[in-house]
Nanobody, 125 residues
Framework: QVQLVESGGGLVQAGDSVRLSCAASGFTVSSYHMGWFRQAPGKERQFVAAISRSGGTTNYADSVKDRFTISRDNANNAVYLQMNNLNVEDTAVYYC??????????????????WGQGTQVTVSS
């Protein structure tokens, strides 16, 4: 059974750091480009960060650039999102996704093969 399970979310204060984890099972992460996405209340799901199969290419939404870092551990079938200097605008449900097609699909959140169930991150001021 294919699963992506996110963890690490919670309630934090502005300026704090949080590391999200995404554990995959039922498929091999190394065969997929991986990404993180988020959905705030009343808004559509949006791209946050992406990492290529090898880890050699990464991309970030402008709103999180220089604050968030995506990484992957293919040996442990996992992907991570280190989030620093959080602000209230980062409050959202965070999802990881796996894309077996073109890397660019992650940037537009299209043709994502697998989604996790999400983890809530709430940033208080």
């Amino acid at each position: 059974q294919v699963q992506l399970v996110e963890s690490g979310g919670g309630l934090v204060q502005a300026g704090d750091s949080v590391r999200l984890s995404c554990a995959a099972s039922g498929f091999t992460v190394s065969s997929y480009h991986m990404g993180w996405f988020r959905q705030a209340p009343g808004k559509e799901r949006q791209f946050v960060a992406a990492i290529s199969r090898s880890g050699g290419t990464t991309n970030y939404a402008d709103s999180v650039k220089d604050r968030f870092t995506i990484s992957r551990d293919n040996a442990n079938n996992a992907v991570y999102l280190q989030m620093n200097n959080l602000n209230v605008e980062d409050t959202a449900v965070y999802y990881c996704g796996a894309c077996g097609n073109g890397y660019g699909n992650l940037l537009t959140a299209t043709r994502i093969n697998y989604w996790g169930q999400g983890t809530q991150v709430t940033v208080s001021s």
